[in-house]
């Protein structure tokens, strides 16, 4: 029996509270971005005012599910690092 894998894609949205913030997050997931594409996917994140989009094109759904997790994790920590930020401006 052969198994066929299929492409598989994503576009992710993550809200923010400001463009500020959102490109903040945006900045520190470039150096990620800018990587050579990998046989098994490729990431491109992009921001429209307070919203980044996380766009993932992979070569089955198990690397996609790996690059999801990995950049959403990520964008997590980056934006986590932005409360003492948002705590000190009041």
Known sequence: ?????ERASAVVRLEFGSAREAE????????EEELPATSRCRAKI??????LFL??????TAALRA????????????????EPRRKRDG
Do not use: T, Y
């Open 1 to 5: 029996m052969m198994v066929r894998s």
């Open 24 to 31: 903040a997050v945006r900045r520190a997931l470039a150096p």
């Open 46 to 51: 992009f921001r429209r005012e307070n919203d």
């Open 55 to 60: 766009q993932v094109d992979a070569k089955d």
């Open 67 to 82: 690059a999801l997790n990995s950049f959403i994790r990520w964008a997590i920590v980056a934006r986590d690092m932005l």
